[in-house]
């Protein structure tokens, strides 16, 4: 029964890896990038800002709207501009 049970743990596993696409935004303002990626529900969600390529400053949200949110208060950021994207 053990080993079933394993097995069916790693199914779980497997299902939540292939099934959560984990998205990314990005915004570019100011001469600035910024890059939003959603880890799982749990965690939450990442923004980074980088300025000319180095990354100067990174949050941990709740989710993408708070990410936004911190963009817009603390870099002026419009919330319309955010992009989803692929790449980095």
Do not use: H, T
């Amino acid at each position: 029964m053990e080993n079933g049970k394993m097995q069916y743990q790693e199914l779980i596993v497997y299902i939540l890896n292939k099934f959560n696409k984990i998205k990314k935004m990005k915004a570019i303002y100011n001469n600035m990038r910024f890059i939003i990626k959603n880890d799982f529900p749990e965690i939450g969600a990442y923004l980074y800002v980088f300025e000319k390529g180095k990354c100067i400053a990174d949050y941990l949200q709740d989710d993408s709207l708070s990410c936004k949110e911190v963009a817009l208060e603390e870099y002026g950021v419009p919330m319309d501009i955010w992009q989803e994207s692929e790449d980095d």
